[in-house]
């Protein structure tokens, strides 16, 4: 088990028996980055949909937000910002995705997407998100 970038639950944890850890060849490590192979491994589970790793992302934005919320990532509680680099919009939680829909009703249609997913960010809502843009861009 691989914890890269951290856990984003301050009291997540867990018992661990550490004599069934050695004869079971289990490793738990805690990164902030890892070898190649390793990413190999958690796209190949993420694909085998083993792991979810859209419960990581907490918040959306365009590139416009992302020094901003680089600068004081300590305050803004969650887990990844993911962003979106060719696109202009502020750092969002997904949760609050709805209060951009006074500035423009997409933001409704695109929270009810991450709400039928279990409140997660997903590859529907990302395509949503990008022909929203591109439509809007041109």
Same mark, same amino acid.
Request: glycine share 8%; net charge negative.
């Given at each position: 088990?691989?914890?890269?970038?951290?856990?984003?639950?301050?009291?997540?944890?867990?018992?661990?028996?550490?004599?069934?850890?050695?004869? @079971? %060849?289990?490793?738990?490590?805690?990164?902030?980055?890892?070898?190649?192979?390793?990413?190999?491994?958690?796209?190949?589970?993420?694909?085998?949909? %083993?792991?979810? @790793?859209?419960?990581?992302?907490?918040?959306?934005?365009?590139?416009?937000?992302?020094?901003?919320?680089?600068?004081?990532?300590?305050?803004?509680?969650?887990?990844?910002?993911?962003?979106?680099?060719?696109?202009?919009?502020?750092?969002?939680?997904?949760?609050?995705?709805?209060?951009?829909?006074?500035?423009?009703?997409?933001?409704?249609?695109?929270?009810?997407?991450? %709400?039928?997913?279990?409140?997660?960010?997903?590859?529907?809502?990302? %395509?949503?998100?990008?022909?929203?843009?591109?439509?809007?861009?041109?």
């Amino acid at each position: 088990m691989n914890l890269f970038a951290g856990p984003t639950n301050a009291e997540f944890s867990a018992t661990v028996n550490l004599y069934d850890s050695h004869y @079971s %060849r289990t490793k738990i490590i805690g990164s902030t980055g890892g070898t190649i192979d390793d990413m190999k491994e958690a796209i190949e589970k993420n694909a085998d949909g %083993r792991i979810e @790793s859209a419960v990581m992302i907490t918040h959306v934005g365009g590139l416009d937000s992302a020094v901003e919320v680089t600068k004081d990532l300590p305050n803004v509680p969650g887990g990844k910002k993911l962003v979106y680099t060719h696109i202009n919009m502020p750092m969002t939680a997904i949760e609050d995705l709805a209060s951009l829909a006074d500035k423009d009703p997409f933001f409704l249609e695109l929270d009810k997407v991450c %709400r039928g997913n279990r409140g997660l960010w997903s590859a529907k809502a990302e %395509r949503m998100l990008l022909e929203h843009f591109a439509e809007t861009a041109a």
